[in-house]
């Protein structure tokens, strides 16, 4: 578990590795409407976004995840990141509430907030490491019918928190450049996926499965462009940003050309650990 100082500043050191996390896969959906899966949206997005990255900066090393339909535990995510020594770690998902008149889009950070909205969809997402056996060591006895638990849980202290909140600013920034959808704002919540990572890292919800707006838009060509544009157009800001700081000369970036609209991901077995 990180336990440093927070660094309230922006790294200055070079932009080199970023992880994309698909949320959900494989035997957990996910949220779903009329047939549409939150994991296969989830990943058509991070395989969109990260080849507008490798097409760009080609000095930048992407590495996901998933690239297909498999269930990965949420620690094991994180720690993909931690190996690799990532700059960034990107979890990409989409929001459900029973409330269908719920929309818009927001980017979370590891943390504590006594919004209980917030914690509600925090909730949500940690609910699937009950799918993951010995969860309770996993997680160190966190348990997600617990509230007590969860209280404790959140408020864990997070090292890259400010540095997480600029690029989750961002993030929501040029979200608000591609409407319709509304921007809910950069927030905090404890989420158990970005618990362990090593570097800044925020999870984003592209807007609501569960309301018609939003799901028509992000389910279109357009839309499925355009969050993945938005989401490139923050990392490369984010990027310059630190370059600069550094002291580093930045390569020309090459603009990324529209990627064609992807198949849904083939279904494969899930591999063994």
């Not at 035997?27 to 994991?39: A, F, I």
Request: glycine share 6%; aromatic share 8%; proline share 6%.
């Amino acid at each position: 578990v990180v336990s440093a100082q927070t660094k309230n500043e922006l790294p200055d050191v070079a932009i080199d590795c970023v992880v994309i996390d698909a949320g959900h896969g494989g035997k957990d959906p996910g949220c779903s409407w009329g047939g549409n899966l939150e994991k296969d949206l989830n990943l058509r997005v991070a395989l969109r976004f990260g080849a507008m990255i490798e097409e760009a900066y080609p000095d930048v090393k992407v590495i996901y995840t998933r690239k297909d339909d498999r269930f990965i535990e949420l620690h094991e995510r994180g720690d993909i990141a931690n190996r690799a020594g990532a700059d960034l770690f990107i979890s990409i998902h989409t929001d459900a509430v029973g409330n269908n008149t719920a929309h818009g889009n927001s980017t979370y950070i590891m943390g504590n907030d006594k919004s209980e909205k917030n914690l509600a969809v925090a909730q949500r997402e940690n609910s699937v490491i009950v799918m993951e056996g010995d969860y309770e060591a996993k997680y160190e006895g966190y348990d997600p019918n617990s509230a007590e638990s969860f209280i404790i849980f959140s408020l864990m202290q997070y090292a890259y928190s400010e540095q997480s909140m600029i690029f989750a600013e961002m993030v929501q920034k040029h979200y608000s450049l591609n409407p319709p959808i509304t921007n809910r704002g950069a927030r905090q919540a404890p989420y158990l996926v970005l618990w362990r990572t090593a570097m800044p890292a925020v999870l984003t919800e592209l807007g609501f499965m569960t309301n018609k707006s939003d799901r028509d838009y992000l389910l279109s060509p357009e839309g499925e462009q355009a969050v993945s544009k938005a989401l490139f157009d923050a990392f490369s800001e984010y990027r310059a940003k630190c370059d600069a700081k550094a002291g580093l000369a930045q390569p020309q970036q090459q603009q990324p050309q529209p990627q064609p609209q992807q198949p849904q991901p083939e279904v494969k077995a899930e591999q063994p650990k």
